[in-house]
């Protein structure tokens, strides 16, 4: 699957609330109400697309908080063990270039 063909959790999000926006002022534009009714009405679209951004928002960061700590965790947990390698290969390194002294 080539790069093309995915999408970004981005992308998707953003295409997400275009689409709602977009379907909101059509539904707000072919329905039989007042001014007052339909100010009322955008205002509920927008506090709702509001609280689901700031909750998308607050899962994704948690998301990258995550993934963060679990990265730190990886490289500090294989920071020994690559030490302990180096090491071991300083050894055997010091240890062959004395049999051929």
């Not at 970004?8 to 534009?29: E, N, R, Y």
């Not at 960061?61 to 920071?79: L, R, W």
């Amino acid at each position: 699957m080539s790069d093309h063909d995915r999408c970004s959790g981005k992308s998707v999000f953003w295409a997400f609330i275009l689409g709602g926006i977009v379907g909101a002022g059509a539904t707000l534009l072919m329905a039989p109400q007042s001014g007052k009714e339909a100010r009322e009405k955008i205002k509920d679209i927008a506090d709702d697309i509001r609280e689901k951004t700031t909750d998308y928002v607050d899962q994704a960061k948690d998301a990258i908080i995550s993934s963060v700590d679990q990265g730190k965790d990886f490289i500090d947990e294989n920071k020994s063990i690559l030490g302990t390698a180096i090491d071991a290969g300083k050894k055997a390194y010091e240890k062959e270039k004395n049999k051929l002294s």
